[in-house]
């Protein structure tokens, strides 16, 4: 059996926050795209957004959306979420803003809880497929 290697794409746009470390924004390999877990970071400012959980599973999920535009997919694409809570307790919180994002059929998911750096209270991650 001979296998196509396809080449790695290394996905960024100034839409959504700038890698913090050691890692992309998002990755493009063949038709799937795998983003790298976000938070609610205004990518203008590159800052922390303090506040409800609300509001920092809305900018999240809007920082992925920005970065799977960017490589030419969109939330319908998504096949798999992970997603990483501070407190298990804004599950229903956050399960509210992500019904927005997403819609039937919905994708796979997983939810942990996780500690996280600093004041956030959600991190993301996903992988996308085109048709």
């Known amino acids: 059996m001979r296998y196509t290697i396809m080449p790695k794409q ?11 470390g050691p890692y992309n924004q998002a990755i ?3 038709n799937t795209a795998y983003v790298a877990g976000q938070g609610p970071i205004d990518p203008k400012t590159g800052k922390i957004i303090i506040g409800t959980i609300e509001e920092q599973t809305t900018l999240t999920l809007e920082n992925i959306k920005a970065i799977l535009d960017a490589a030419g997919f969109s939330m319908r ?16 919180k956050y399960n509210e803003i992500y019904k927005k994002y997403f ?25 996308a497929v085109k048709d």
Do not use: K, S
């Open 77 to 92: 694409d998504v096949v798999h979420v992970t997603t990483y809570l501070a407190d298990l307790g804004d599950f229903a």
């Open 28 to 30: 493009l390999a063949g």
């Open 10 to 20: 290394v996905i960024r746009t100034p839409n959504a926050p700038n890698p913090v």
């Open 103 to 127: 819609e039937e059929p919905y994708p796979a998911r997983a939810t942990v809880g996780c500690q996280l750096l600093m004041h956030t209270f959600i991190e993301i991650a996903c992988i």
